[in-house]
């Protein structure tokens, strides 16, 4: 089960940007950010009384028309509808009560999703909740006052907002059937792809609704194995505004790898990789998913002897951080390679979840410090006592060294392809945790 996701909702310049950094960033020792490959930070994983959710702003955008101003906040307003599990609505005591905070709030009464009004910029209680009141207008319960620039109120908020998960969503469920997020740009051909897939195996399926609301999960059996797949294209809409387009996006990629095992970023052959696939499958990699690219419309490229090596490259160049991602050319319109997408999510899986013997790997590590010796500086070397794996999913390794100073990032990725080299871990990131061990 994914973590619950709350959206932060309201007109521009009322703060949710601010509040969305005070409860993301460093400060606050109760919250881990996760931030993505995206350069602004648009979800952030958070912990409050022992329970985690995922955190999105739906912010930052500021036409210039008021007519756009309206469409541009009801498309907020709606993405975080279909997405979220309880909505943060944020106003400003400063501003008053605005024509556009009813319109947004008839919106979201009609969503019958848990809202929490949240007045912003209360920077004193006492003399500010006079103004506070003015918003029960809006008929959407109890006002809560905060100020996210001095931190004021965030904990009573942040009780209300857990207050409102179910108990299911809390809970660890125990389904062992693979789950693959199929991932990227609106219009690079994922419902087709699972079309495809559904047609092909000629298999009785069920459409059953995802935990979020813009998801379908499609159950598909081969071979006699389930794998459920979680397609992210629930957004019909087109927007004029092509950064609130990423943006949404990103939100629904967020929620589908959330649950997923294996993420399959889809890139459309005609236009190529772009920057926009970068952030994308950067979620999945921060979140230590597995990772397969599939480049879809092959069948529409005229190629020739250099063509697939050249698409590679440039795959593999704007990729850099996930050179471990396993790569597919298919074709969703003639299901060309797409039985083989199988067999690829099949061995991800399995590299996610193999574990290494600590004997074993402490050779490996032995003989690789032999071949290279680990950094030093000013005269004191780097010493590796032992290895040991302690996760899987992505698999993850425990170093026990002298000080975590010499522990250079070069020299981690020297161990990683050692490790690499012998067991593949193709498809999956693996993760390396330094701990510190005095000498005696």
Known sequence: MSKPIVAIVGRPNVGKSTLFNALAGQRIAIVKDTPGVTRDRIYADITWLDKSFTMI?????????????????????????????????????????????????????????????????????????????????????????????????????????????????????????????????????????????????????SDIAGTTRDAIDTEIVRNGREYVFIDTAGLRRKSRIKEELERFSIVRTVSA????????????????????????????????KGVIIAVNKWDMIEKDDKTIYKFTNEIRQTLAYMPYAELIFISAQTGQRLPKLFDLIDTVIENQTLRIQTGVLNEILTEAMAMKQPPSDKGKRLRIYYMTQVSVKPPTFVMFINDKELMHFSYTRYLENQIRNTFGFRGTPIRFIARERKEK
């Open 57 to 205: 702003d739906t912010g930052g955008i500021e036409p210039e028309s008021k007519d756009i101003i309206l469409s541009s906040m009801r498309s907020q307003a709606q993405t975080a509808i279909d997405t979220a599990d309880v909505i943060i609505f944020l106003v400003d005591v400063k501003q008053g009560l605005v024509d556009a905070d009813f319109k947004v709030a008839d919106m979201l009464r009609r969503s019958q999703k848990p809202i929490l009004l949240v007045v912003n910029k209360v920077d004193s209680f006492d003399k500010y909740m006079a103004d506070v009141y003015e918003f029960y207008n809006l008929g959407l319960g109890d006002p809560i006052p905060v100020s996210a620039a001095s931190r004021l109120g965030i904990g009573d908020m942040l009780d209300e907002v857990i207050g409102h998960f179910s108990p299911e969503q809390l809970e660890e469920v125990e389904d062992d059937r693979p789950r693959i997020a199929i991932i990227g740009k609106p219009n690079v051909g994922k419902s087709s792809i699972i079309n495809k897939l559904l047609g092909e195996e000629r298999v009785i399926v």
């Open 257 to 288: 790898v959330e649950r997923a095992d294996v993420a399959v970023l889809v890139i459309d052959a005609n236009e190529g990789v772009t920057e926009q696939d970068a952030k994308i499958a950067g979620i999945a990699h921060e979140r230590g």
